[in-house]
């Protein structure tokens, strides 16, 4: 959900306002600052936990983003060379840097938390 606000708020106002480079850099960081904010903020709700599994649902979250990318750009009738472009780090896109955080948030929080 938050990528879809992100998505939905970098191409209604930051791309118009900054041009696509910026845009899409400053919406790469605030999604990737949010991810690790709301992940800080809910990780009482899992509570300690040992680190492994810490990383092992950051994982399952990773795994859950792609399958969600990959079927729904499908869906969209996007064609596999479309899909995969996000993930070369082209015109202000840090994608890659995006799915990194989101599979570590779960492990840097309970690390910042002091539970790793």
């Known amino acids: 959900m938050l990528a879809i606000?992100?998505?939905t708020i970098r191409e209604a106002l930051i791309i118009p306002e900054l041009g696509k480079y910026?845009?899409?850099l400053l919406s790469g960081i605030l999604l990737s600052l949010c991810?690790?904010?709301?992940?800080?903020?809910?990780?009482?709700?899992?509570g300690k936990i040992p680190v492994i599994n810490y990383v092992l649902i950051g994982i399952?979250?990773?795994?859950?983003?792609?399958?969600?990318?990959?079927?729904?750009?499908?869906?969209q009738d996007?064609?596999?060379?479309e899909l995969f472009e996000a993930y070369i780090f082209k015109d202000g896109n840090i994608w890659p840097i995006v799915l990194f955080v989101t599979a570590a948030a779960p492990y840097l929080s309970a690390k910042i938390r002091g539970w790793a």
């Open 5 to 7: 606000l992100n998505g």
């Open 22 to 24: 910026s845009g899409l």
């Open 60 to 75: 399952g979250w990773l795994c859950i983003t792609l399958l969600f990318e990959f079927v729904f750009g499908r869906a």
């Open 35 to 46: 991810i690790l904010l709301v992940t800080y903020l809910t990780l009482p709700w899992i």
């Open 78 to 81: 996007k064609s596999w060379s």
